[in-house]
């Protein structure tokens, strides 16, 4: 189960905390990434924390703004959006895939369970 919060309305230049409470992952190749979509455009991930490797990975269009992070005695995965800007909002979406790939972490027909999402606006 997926679940986000965190989501809300904030001002240019603001910043923002999602958190995603992921319980019954317990496989040593999950990965969690966020997402987001917005009205009119394609779904696009933006961060993912591989438990295998320990790492994460941001997408260039955030890398600098966003990190991702992960407490696994929460069962947390933390989204921190810096420096947030109008083109940001969007629906976000928190996504687990069981067996996760390196090379498909952006590809979201690959994540196998989905939470209901968080609506992030700015303004400008």
């Known amino acids: 189960q997926l679940v986000e919060s965190g989501g809300g309305l904030v001002q240019a230049g603001g910043s923002l905390t999602l958190s995603c409470a992921a319980s019954?992952?317990?496989?040593?190749?999950?990965?969690i990434g966020w997402w987001r979509q917005a009205p009119g455009k394609e779904r696009e991930g933006v961060a993912c924390f591989v438990r295998s490797d320990g790492e994460s990975y941001i997408s260039n269009s955030v890398k600098g703004r966003f990190t991702i992070s992960n407490d696994n005695a929460k069962n947390l995965v933390v989204l921190q959006m810096n420096n947030l800007k109008p083109e940001d909002t969007a629906v976000y979406y928190c996504?687990?895939?069981?067996?996760?790939?390196?090379?498909?972490?952006?590809?979201?027909?690959?994540?196998?369970?989905w939470g209901q999402g968080t609506l992030v606006t700015v303004s400008s």
């Open positions: 019954g992952f317990t496989s040593d190749g999950y990965g």
């Open positions: 996504a687990a895939d069981s067996r996760i790939i390196l090379s498909s972490i952006w590809n979201w027909l690959n994540y196998d369970y």
